[in-house]
């Protein structure tokens, strides 16, 4: 990607407008990370008394975020037919060059 190349992106405050259930599904569907990474293990978390064993799965990470918006990891990066967690925020640049 070249230095002041245009980009079509759409940022998504996820605090005013959270992933629904289909954005969810569509996202671990085509995520390249582990799907437990979409999960923050923050404060938060601890607070709620979850453990990290019981978000491996999709259907345990999808029902939490539904749950719990803020533990949405972030940035994510979604394309079509792929989606990544931007950190480290080097992987965004190589993410988007491909």
Do not use: C, N, W
């Not at 539904?66 to 533990?71: A, D, E």
């Not at 967690?85 to 988007?96: A, S, T």
Request: proline content about 8%; hydrophobic content about 45%; glycine content about 6%.
């Amino acid at each position: 990607m070249a230095a002041g190349a245009d980009l079509d992106v759409t940022v998504i405050e996820y605090r005013k407008h959270p992933p629904d259930r289909a954005a969810l599904e569509h996202v671990v569907a085509v995520l390249e990370d582990p799907v437990a990474d979409l999960v923050r293990k923050d404060s938060l978390f601890t607070k709620l008394g979850l453990a990290p064993g019981d978000y491996a799965e999709p259907g345990p990470v999808i029902e939490l975020l539904l749950q719990h918006k803020m533990l949405l990891q972030r940035p994510l990066i979604v394309r079509d037919d792929a989606a990544i967690i931007g950190r480290p925020k080097d992987r965004v640049r190589v993410f988007l060059e491909r």
